[in-house]
């Protein structure tokens, strides 16, 4: 896609977006890339963030096109997958995926998708990768991934509770990057039925606690496409193009792809890079 045509997809995606929640419709400008390994290889660290990672979703069990995005890592950088890792076969095939990953040598962070807990079942997700929520701190900024994938629900309650404790009291102290599976507020729905209202109060409800806590971005999955979006903060950007089939043109930023994110201080931002 080129530039001027991703241009005008995101303006008419921000629209869209504007008219659904009353919102301002924002933009993202990219900036310098940067890649340095945390103090001593753990979190915490200096008094500015400077570092890069990738970030993909919806693989689907495609082990080739994953081997591609971590065969394009830099030293240092991480990978984060926000869901649908497996195609919801079950064990063998989530414990083949992390089997993979685990082969790459790669440092990696997973949410689950809807495909990853079948019926709402985190089981096997949980023997396989472990927490469906959880954060982590890297110099000045603040990760938080988030599980907005159960059916009928979004994010549940006792996540949104966590979520807001997680965020207290952290605007202008630590950059927020927050990670989720489904796309709240998306212009267009993939799911049977689309959004059920519960999943609309509870992204809404993300999106509020994220906004509080001053988070310049939010990743997602979900849709197999690239789009960009925003009410922000947090904008959102989907990054669906791992591996599912599109379900959009690939004029509409429907290719395989991943995100190259990188944190600059408060600033965060990302590259698009095709597949």
Partial sequence: ????????FAAALAAVLSMALGLPATSCSRVRELAVEPENGKTGGGPRSAFSFL???DPHART??????????????FLVITGDISTGKGLEEMRGMKEFLDGTG????????????PNGDLSVFREVFGPDHYFLDLQDARLVFVNDAVAGVGCPDEQLTWLEETLSGLEGEKTVIAFSHVPPGAPLGVGKGGFQPRETDSAREMLDILARAGSPVLYCG????YMLYGSGPPR???????GADPHLSEQSGGFHHFLRVTVDGGEVSEEVIRL
């Fill in 1 to 8: 896609m080129s530039q001027s045509m991703r241009r005008v």
């Fill in 64 to 77: 080739d096109l994953l081997g591609e995005i971590i065969s394009r890592a830099r030293p240092h950088e």
């Fill in 222 to 225: 979900h849709i197999h496409a």
């Fill in 55 to 57: 970030v993909c979703g």
């Fill in 106 to 117: 790669i440092a990696y962070h997973v949410i689950p998708g809807d495909n990853d807990m």
């Fill in 236 to 242: 959102v950007v989907v990054s669906g193009g791992a």
